[in-house]
């Protein structure tokens, strides 16, 4: 067990038209076992919040903690995922994979062995020769994820993973999400902008607004573990609960807009 | 061939054809004499003939070797010094704002401008023509490193970052291979105005080389040779272009896939 904690009082760039607020007093968990999904609208701060767990962006004020021990910079300890894949476009997919292992100074064949394997968990087996230019959008998100998970993070940090995919591959990458999640039982922190996404992948939903960034609300979802449980997708997308809760954030995120307009 | 070249190979054909024929057309008509321009098949036999016998006290192969080991050797200088100093460049502000105004001062100045600078420093030896190629393309190659260091794609050092690559890994393991389609971009138009600026420097000053032979052809009033120099300097450098596009598609084939 592991627990990944934001504990901030403030994130502030320095931009040209003065010092921008990006994130104010946010204190977030992260725990083993748990998916923590950030939901909100772009601007709201949930991409500095990842960037603040995987140590790319340091506090103005506060800490970052695994387990009590301050982050200082980024580690293995917490892989990320990103939206545009950040693959390495000159290695084949199984190189990919290997990729962090390779930096530890992991022999060929080992690496090998893992990334096959992994490449196989993410449904990918028989492509770990193949370029990434070969592949769809979809595949290469399942090749960044093998490349996460190859490394034995703690943590895996989601930036809108599956953002840019077609409807349908992100409802297969959402499932092959939970499988994985279920096999690993790692600490999840995703990031998305769809209401839908964020409540079927949750045991905990956290919804922010920008200007500046904070968290408005937290629910704590059951959708996820339902699915594993074996109820189907569909049946659970269709849930009277779900429709609710959906239209429920929809509302509420829809409020915090018009307040925002009327008060600045 | 280019993408928009495939399939009309014909019209490329076409022009070479159309071209050829005029040349022949003009000299066996008598329209020009053969002091101003020979015929194609005047230039042929003299082509096979400097083959055979060379001119001016050395062989073609040494003429042509003369004037590609300068631009070889040359090269090899520029790659050692110029992509470590664009690296540096593009991952350092710092390094950059040094040296950026050193290489963008000299960049637009003709190499034969000053040549006579460099003769007067270094003689009129091999030393000053490898100088002056090394020189034409250090700056294109050092500013392309620079850029294709800086367009490097975030996330991209940043997942490198969180999967654990130190410093140096992150440089050598992901900015380098990811500027590579720059580099060698940067090193063949380098290479295009090396070699330009070569064989303009063995016009100066020289004793072999195929710009100091087509430079003696015609101040004897040997037009064949100098066509047959002409000829021989542009075929090397499409050969020369068409290896490195080779070497691009071979190390640097996944750029432009995605």
Same mark, same amino acid.
């Given at each position: 067990m592991s627990t990944l904690s934001a504990i901030v009082a403030g994130v502030t760039y320095r931009s040209r038209n003065g010092a921008v607020e @990006?994130?104010? $007093?946010v204190t977030l968990d992260v725990a083993s076992g748990e998916v923590v999904v950030a939901l909100g609208a772009s601007g709201c701060g949930k991409s500095t919040l990842l960037g603040l767990f995987a140590g790319f962006v340091a506090p103005t004020a506060g800490q970052v903690l695994i387990d009590g021990v301050p982050v200082t910079g980024p580690g293995p300890d917490r892989a990320v *995922?990103?939206?545009? #894949? %950040?693959?390495?476009p000159w290695l084949s997919a199984e190189d990919n994979v290997a990729f962090g292992l390779r930096l530890r100074g992991v022999g060929r064949a080992e690496r090998q062995q893992v990334a096959r394997d992994l490449l196989r968990d993410v449904g990918l087996d028989g492509f770990a020769g193949h370029a990434i230019s070969e592949m769809s959008g979809g595949m290469r998100q399942r090749v960044g994820l093998a490349r996460a998970l190859a490394v034995s993070p703690r943590f895996l940090l989601m930036d809108e993973p599956l953002g840019a995919l077609d409807e349908l591959t992100r409802e297969r990458m959402q499932m092959l999400l939970l499988h994985l999640w279920q096999a690993s039982g790692k600490g999840i922190f995703l990031i998305t902008h769809s209401i839908e996404e964020a409540l079927?992948? =949750? !045991? /905990?939903? *956290?919804?922010?607004?920008?200007?500046? $960034?904070? +968290?408005?609300?937290r629910y704590r979802p059951d959708f996820a573990r339902r699915f594993l449980a074996g109820e189907?997708?569909? =049946? &659970?997308?269709? #849930?009277?609960?779900?429709? %609710?809760?959906? /239209?429920d954030l929809a509302a509420t995120i829809l409020a915090g807009d018009e307040e925002y307009a009327r008060h600045g | 061939m280019d993408k928009t070249a495939r399939g009309h190979g014909w019209a490329t054909l076409a022009t070479l054809c159309l071209l050829l024929a005029l040349w022949w057309g003009v000299t066996a008509s008598g329209l020009v004499a053969p002091l101003f321009?020979?015929?194609?098949? @005047? *230039? =042929? @036999?003299r082509l096979a003939d400097l083959a055979r016998h060379g001119f001016v006290g050395a062989s073609l192969l040494q003429h042509a070797g003369a004037s590609l080991a300068r631009v070889g050797l040359a090269m090899i200088f520029a790659v050692v010094t110029a992509i470590p100093? $664009?690296? %540096?460049? $593009?991952?350092w502000p710092r390094v950059n704002a040094a040296l950026d105004p050193v290489i963008e001062f000299y960049r637009p100045v003709p190499p034969l401008a000053?040549?006579?600078? +460099?003769v007067i420093w270094f003689g009129i030896g091999e030393a000053t023509k490898v100088?002056? &190629? !090394?020189? @034409? +393309?250090? =700056?294109?190659?050092a500013i392309a490193t620079a850029s294709g260091v800086r367009r490097v794609d975030p996330d991209r050092v940043r997942a490198a970052r969180s999967l654990g690559a130190s410093r140096d890994q992150v440089v050598w393991l992901v900015i380098f291979p990811s500027a590579l389609p720059d580099i060698l971009t940067g090193l063949r138009i380098a290479l295009g105005v090396g070699w330009s600026t070569l064989v303009a420097a063995e016009l100066v000053a020289a004793s072999r080389g195929l710009g100091f032979m087509v430079q003696s052809a015609s101040q004897m009033l040997v037009t064949d040779v100098v066509v047959a120099g002409i000829l021989l300097i542009a075929v090397i450098a499409l050969v020369l272009e068409l290896l490195l596009r080779w070497v691009e598609r071979r190390f640097a084939g996944w750029s432009g896939t995605r």
């Open positions: @990006a994130l104010s $007093g *995922v990103f939206q545009d #894949d %950040a693959l390495m079927f992948l =949750a !045991t /905990e939903l *956290v919804l922010m607004s920008p200007r500046p $960034g904070r +968290i408005v609300q189907p997708i569909r =049946a &659970i997308k269709g #849930d009277p609960q779900f429709l %609710a809760m959906r /239209e | 321009l020979p015929g194609p098949g @005047a *230039v =042929a @036999a100093v $664009g690296m %540096a460049m $593009g991952l000053y040549l006579p600078l +460099i100088i002056l &190629i !090394t020189m @034409a +393309i250090f =700056a294109p190659l």
